[in-house]
């Protein structure tokens, strides 16, 4: 599973469509919320948990700047906010999908 297209909807919404028909829209909100590194979701290392250290939300959290594309398997977004750690797989990135299909599927 590969996007074929990858664009902002608008200044609130990515729209991704997939090798297999799906059109995914997910909202930067919920991109920005989900930021797979390990800054913002902790990390375990050697049997131990790292939580993550909660940061003061600065201007920009929310407003997506840039998208680079990372080998064959995902994206790097950089956030108004400075932050660009997170890679999201495409994995990741089906599993944010907010349609009603892929909601019912993940309430299954």
Known sequence: ??????RLKDD???VVF????????VSLQKLRD???????????VLFH??????QPELPGKYLLTN????????????WGDG?????????IL?????CVECKNKSEI
Do not use: F
Not at 1 to 6: A, H, K, L, V
Not at 67 to 78: A, T
């Open 49 to 54: 948990t790292y939580k993550p250290v909660p």
């Open 12 to 14: 609130s919404c990515l």
């Open 94 to 98: 089906r599993c944010l999908c907010e």
């Open 34 to 44: 989900h930021c797979p590194c390990a800054e913002c979701q902790g990390e375990s």
């Open 83 to 91: 932050h660009s750690a997170g890679i999201y797989t495409w994995e």
């Open 67 to 78: 998208i680079q594309p990372v080998g064959n398997y995902g994206l790097q977004l950089i």
């Open 1 to 6: 599973m590969e996007p074929r297209q990858i």
């Open 18 to 25: 997939w090798d297999d028909q799906h059109r995914e829209e």
